[in-house]
């Protein structure tokens, strides 16, 4: 698997007979006005970034530049003239620095044009880096284009999402074990923790739902007919994700009113032995 890039750095790769890799953005830049399908993955900040997609570049409306570099909550997708913007959360590959109460996803963006993929990242991304390993190696989904290069990359992204959901129906479990057995002493807080990070990826769902939507009912031109099917089956799979997070959503309520019920009852049979006592000392 690749290295990830460094923040402010850039790494670009375009099919010709084979896949060829640039060294600079300006090369990347060439092949993209030569017509050949071209990547770039853009890591962080930087001038050479920004001039990339600014006025000599690409030529990317200046509001969706701010949207790129600038963190965003909501999930979005954007039609412009000559190409198609998409904002997509990811499961992050860094962790919340030891903070239990927010769920670390990464924000992606993607640039879709006729013949070029721009993908932009603050933080690694394991998404990322599955699909530029597997380009890198065979070229497949480059040569096919850059519509299936922005399908396999979305694709990959919704993927990730089912390890996340494991580890979380894993902690549900443990918690629901906790509660029945009165042995944790942390047991509310990390309810509590792991309802607000279900409810984080329950508002992320909603958006990113409907931007997979768009992109499979053949609103983009850039995304050719026959891809359609594909992007379906993206919304498909991303759909179940945002159902077993609903689930575990009820779960997690269950768990906390066994929680209390727990104990309510360790109260009573508490009261119980103090009423006793007091009536054995009167």
Request: hydrophobic share 45%; net charge negative; glycine share 6%.
């Amino acid at each position: 698997m690749s290295v990830a890039a460094e923040p402010g750095t850039f790494r670009a790769m375009s099919w010709d007979e084979q896949v060829v890799t640039h060294s600079s953005l300006a090369q990347a830049l060439a092949a993209i006005r030569a017509g050949k399908p071209t990547w770039i993955d853009l890591a962080g900040r930087s001038e050479e970034n920004e001039r990339l997609l600014g006025p000599g570049g690409l030529e990317i409306h200046p509001l969706i530049i701010e949207d790129i570099f600038m963190d965003c909550v909501r999930p979005k997708v954007e039609d412009y003239r000559d190409y198609v913007y998409v904002l997509f959360h990811a499961p992050s590959a860094v962790d919340n620095d030891g903070n239990p109460d927010t769920l670390e996803l990464l924000e992606i963006d993607i640039l879709l044009g006729q013949n070029y993929l721009v993908t932009h990242h603050a933080h690694p991304s394991k998404a990322l880096e599955a699909v530029w390993g597997e380009v890198a190696r065979s070229g497949r989904a480059l040569k096919k284009g850059t519509a299936w290069l922005a399908h396999a990359v979305l694709d990959r992204v919704v993927d990730d999402y089912l390890p996340l959901l494991d580890s979380m129906d894993e902690a549900i479990d443990l918690l629901e074990q906790e509660v029945l057995a009165d042995s944790g002493t942390d047991v509310l807080q990390r309810i509590f923790a792991m309802n607000r990070q279900l409810q984080q990826l329950r508002r992320v769902g909603i958006h990113q739902k409907e931007v997979l939507y768009r992109l499979s009912r053949g609103e983009f031109d850039e995304i050719p007919e026959p891809l359609l099917p594909f992007f379906r089956d993206i919304y498909d799979h991303f759909v179940r994700v945002t159902d077993l997070a609903e689930g575990y959503r009820d779960l997690i309520s269950g768990t906390f009113e066994a929680h209390l019920s727990v104990q309510s009852n360790k109260m009573n049979a508490i009261m119980k032995t103090l009423t006793l006592a007091t009536t054995v000392f009167m």
